[in-house]
């Protein structure tokens, strides 16, 4: 069946995220990397999540992976993904260190990193570091381990993987190392893979061949994929559904025919006009979106994309949030230009407010404004 066939399937959800919020205590305030944001990913479909550096994308991942680095903290929202149970688990209220969270890492959620050199051990063989899941999750036997482990490198097409099984990451090209990591993360049959730019430091040649390898992978094994990149080209080849981030939230989400066709946020149309397009006059310059993204440290309850958007309605959107608003077909957009629905505030956590008090009590401002042209 073919990707434009499957859309019109009614399928059940892998996880729902829903209000999530992940806050960092710092020392100059709150930063709200994660502010809300809300969406589900269907058995066997592929949302991509688009937004430029520091819009809180690979803060969103691994507040579903529960990896959110100190003194980052989920402080509201929802997890919740479909197991082998009848109920749903939500993640946000497990021990992100307990037995039970770490029997789901790598067994029903994987991740394939930006940078396999970084994530993979350089004093460790390829084939250990593989094997160290499946001995966790699938068998405690280390000879079926090893031959799960030469069937998965063969399936990503690594070749003489009997020879690259005992080999170190410094052997392996990037490509190959980008391989293993996609063997690595697929060895235990997930539900949800979640891959956070995997080819950004490759060649437009092997990027190809990676993608290709993710799409046959999804196929056979019947997975979900979260696929966060910044290139929209990446995006509308593999994605069947498309959330646009901004500042800690979703500005837009719909099909990925819908969002490249039919672009309602001024920041997605913003984007899609930086793209470079065959048939445009030589040395034009690209439409660009003016300013940076803000640091999100004591954000002003506004929207947040206010400073830098060319629509702006003074009265509207620098007083409130707008609501995430289906307009049809499920093609969401957060924007006064479509919608007069507002966001409520969220009440601060005891947390919060303790380190509030403390600032107050310490003479710093309780909430300063977003400076324009600050970036992460």
Same mark, same amino acid.
């Given at each position: ?68 680095? /100190? ?19 939500? +993640?946000?209220? *497990?021990?992100? =260190? ?60 690594? =070749? ?103 672009? *309602? ?6 984007? *899609? ?24 440290? /004591? ?24 609501? +995430? ?52």
């Amino acid at each position: 069946m073919s990707r434009d066939a499957k859309r019109g399937e009614i399928l059940s959800s892998v996880i729902e995220v829903n209000n999530l919020r992940t806050y960092f205590n710092l020392d100059d305030g709150v930063l709200k990397a994660v502010d809300g944001v809300s969406f589900d990913v269907a058995s066997k479909r592929t949302l991509g999540i688009i937004g430029e550096s520091g819009c809180g994308k690979s803060v969103t991942a691994q507040s579903i992976l529960r990896i959110v680095p /100190n003194p980052g903290q989920i402080v509201g929202g929802q997890i919740l993904l479909q197991t082998d149970e009848e109920e749903p688990v939500d +993640l946000t209220a *497990l021990d992100q =260190s307990g037995e039970r969270m770490r029997s789901i890492r790598g067994r029903h959620i994987s991740m394939i990193f930006q940078e396999p050199m970084t994530s993979l051990s350089p004093v460790h063989t390829i084939g250990n570091q593989i094997m160290e899941a499946i001995l966790l999750h699938r068998t405690p036997n280390d000879r079926e381990a090893r031959e799960i482990t030469l069937e998965m490198l063969e399936r990503v097409g690594i =070749s003489n993987p009997r020879q690259r099984i005992d080999e170190y990451p410094h052997q392996f090209s990037g490509g190959m190392r980008q391989r293993a990591m996609i063997a690595m993360a697929l060895s235990c049959r997930p539900t949800l893979l979640i891959a956070d730019e995997p080819t950004t430091a490759l060649d437009v040649t092997v990027q190809a061949q990676i993608l290709e390898l993710m799409r046959e992978l999804q196929d056979l094994y019947g997975m979900s994929i979260l696929y966060i990149t910044h290139d929209l080209g990446v995006i509308a080849e593999i994605a069947d559904e498309v959330a646009v981030m901004y500042l800690g939230r979703v500005v837009e989400q719909g099909t990925t025919r819908q969002i490249f066709h039919s672009p *309602l946020h001024p920041y997605t149309r913003g984007l *899609l006009k930086s793209i470079p397009m065959l048939g445009r006059k030589a040395r034009v310059r690209l439409d660009a979106i003016s300013g940076t993204v803000p640091i999100p440290i /004591n954000p002003p309850w506004r929207c947040g994309f206010w400073n830098r958007c060319p629509d702006r309605k003074a009265g509207h959107c620098d007083v409130a949030v707008p609501a +995430l608003v289906d307009m049809g077909d499920g093609h969401r957009v957060r924007c006064f230009l479509h919608s007069e629905g507002q966001e409520s505030r969220p009440t601060e956590t005891s947390k919060q407010l303790r380190k509030t008090r403390r600032r107050r009590s310490a003479g710093a401002p309780h909430e300063e404004p977003l400076a324009e042209g600050s970036q992460l």
